[in-house]
């Protein structure tokens, strides 16, 4: 069946070593002897990627097997992290690798170390596609994740003064090694011009639409392993470039710069990630960036179903396309053009296959990241997606009418179009009508969903809401992260928990062997001292492995409230201040997260707690009992230091805002104790783990919404709360360094407004961290807890996710029978 590729697929030492020597010689054109650590990672990489696409060809079938459905995600932002590792991991080939390279005097992890990781993504989201591509190859479903081959990425983050400064993130220089250009599948993209209506052979009215601009999507694919599975899913990303090189009668004219402005915006278009998480700025090479994606992947996947034999009329039985968030809802748009226009389909048969073949996947209800669009904007950018848009929306709401004859005001609020003012097209509203199913990101966050920015549409399709909690992946965050904690689980609890990871649960009995538990603190104080160091090397700060690490790793947002985290702090520094003798357990307090270039408050909290490690970490008095480092560029690569170490997991987000978080679950299934609000997963988390193994306080969402009603007044916890006035009144004073007014901003914006709640949460929140501190003192009783979370976290293994997502959602089996 599959061609004979043994020169290059053998999984012994010796062939491995055999086929990266040949790499570097072949492929790199280096001679062993002059070449560098990237050398010998370009060449290792070459190596993996052969076994990896060598599956690739046999995964995604031949034309003979009966096609099965495919699961296309499309999503603006994929943050995979390092390949190479993770491959080698999941093909079993680790300890042969290092082998082979060692009979070479090659160090495994110094390889490693080379590669550059693809920061094409902002947080949460962006990683979770990722987790799920991971889980879709491990399950074995045919898949194939879309998206955009951003030249540059997020931005690197250093930290200069204290400040964030952002550096270009230039993740291509070295060159990719992971990726196949497609030539082949490359798809022309239209923007601009007009719509003609012309009639067809059989006199039917007919549009189309006469771009002004043509923008080639060529196709660049990165296959990705799952764990122990002959199976690969593909991510295919789409690099725009021009049609032409040259206008050639501008440039006969002598006019080169005319000549060469379409190309340069042409490749523009995939130039750059937008770096804001949840922040709409209604830019228009955005949305240009969003159709220029959705278009690429769908003429793709009616260029796959062609080959295959099938008609545009089987769309939907070829292909589930979930939508991630609204950045690709334009599809909807899109798919009916491709079918209407293109492939002469009627309306009704295209708008079936439509919705048939989208689901829809809320991330957030901020309505600052609800995406809309000026009406204006997107009728000169795609002229008939906005006519088709009219006309589902006109469809749609007689439908309504009909149904609720008298009901105006149902259906200003179910329109696409907001007419409140500026007429927008409210992308949400899009992809709800469009799509057969919409899910939220965890229970609490799905109700919300129904409860508020899809209220209206949850009352006349009740069925279409469902929920999907979000999982992560246990190869990446806890197999390949945490080495020492993974031997311990298998020798507890069997080698197969990464592909079944509710085994885990075999570790319950082991929470109460004091030989075990000994054990586990041994792996964790490893952990803690492998983060001190690199903590050290990149901040000059020395922390003390054995104080408690408490950690709150994440985008920086007001919502998330690191502020209160900082607030807490600042407040047990003063106490140690006035009491020396205070009893106030060692702690480290770790933060790692970017904020959007042009948020202002983010980035002064950034600030504050650089300040506040100033101050704390050489102050005599405070003698090494409590330090504050804030971890600069906290991408996948740091991530995978930082989560094995954390004894605390911060997550404080004001109930009702934050839609699952997944932090939250990577550290607490690599044993931390999360302290947190009802919000999200950590309502899900906290019942798994045991409410005794979760640090819980602060107002629940019901309590946000009720005082968000009734109005709150954050001076008076101000004035009414010694210790909270004390702690803002010294941040005030400019005891942090920079003058009085540096941290005027913020510090007005809590007492003045508080939009997230700190000050009413301020108090519960240091009730909760003594509660900490106390469970800290024991040790015994803080491992038993650490073991238990660990134990009890098997539901959140994104394998759980993409399984429910197959059944309930896609309508696909997966190769891989369930546990
Ligand atoms: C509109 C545009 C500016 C925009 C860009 C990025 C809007 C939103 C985003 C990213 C959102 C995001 O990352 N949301 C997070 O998704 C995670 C995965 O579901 C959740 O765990 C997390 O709570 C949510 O904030």
Redesign the pocket.
Known sequence: KSPNTSLRTGTKAAEIRQAFLDHLTCSLGRLPAYASAHDHYLALALTVRDHVVHLGVSSFGGKESKPQRRVAYLS??FLPGPHLANHLLNLGLSETARKALASLDIDLDAVLEQEEEPGL????????ASCYLDSLATVGVQSIGYGIRYEFGIFDQQIRDGWQVEITDKWLHGGNPWEIHRPGAARDVGFGGHTESWTDDFGRHRVRWLPAITVRGEAYDTPISGYNSDHIALMRLWKSEATESFDFEAFNHGNYDRAVEQKVDSENLSKVL?P??????GKEL?LKQQFFFSSCSLQDMLRILEMQGAGPENFHEHWAVQLN???PAVAVAELMRLLIDVHLLAWDQAWEITRATFSY?N??L?PE???KWPIDLFGELLPRHLEIILEINARFLDEVRAAFPGEDWRIARLSIIDENGPRYVRMAHLACVGSHTVNG??EL?SELVKQTVLADFAEIWPEKFTNVT?GVTPRRFVALANPGLSTLLSKAAGKTWPGKLSKLSKLEALADDAEFRAKWRQVKLANKSRLAELITERTGILTDPTSLFDVQVK?IHEYKRQHLNLLHILSLYLKIKRDPTADIPARTFIFGGKAAPGYFLAKQIIRISTAAGELINDDPDIAGRLKVVFFPDFNVRNAQYVYPAADLSEQI?MAGM?????GNMKMSLNGALTIGTLD??NVEIREAVGEENFFLFGLTADEVSEVEVCGHHPRQHYESDTELRETIDFIASGALGGGSGLFQPLIANLLEHDPYLVLADFRAYGEAQQRVSELWTNPEDWARASILNTARMGKFSSDRSIREYCQRIWKVKPGKPSE
């Open positions: 603006a932002e993504g902002n947080g949460g989201l962006g990683r979770l937008y804001n998480d949840s922040f709409r700025h955005r968030d609204t950045h996947t991330h957030t901020l990241a609800l995406e990101v965890a966050h979000n985008r987000s934050e839609a699952s978080g997944t999200g997963a």
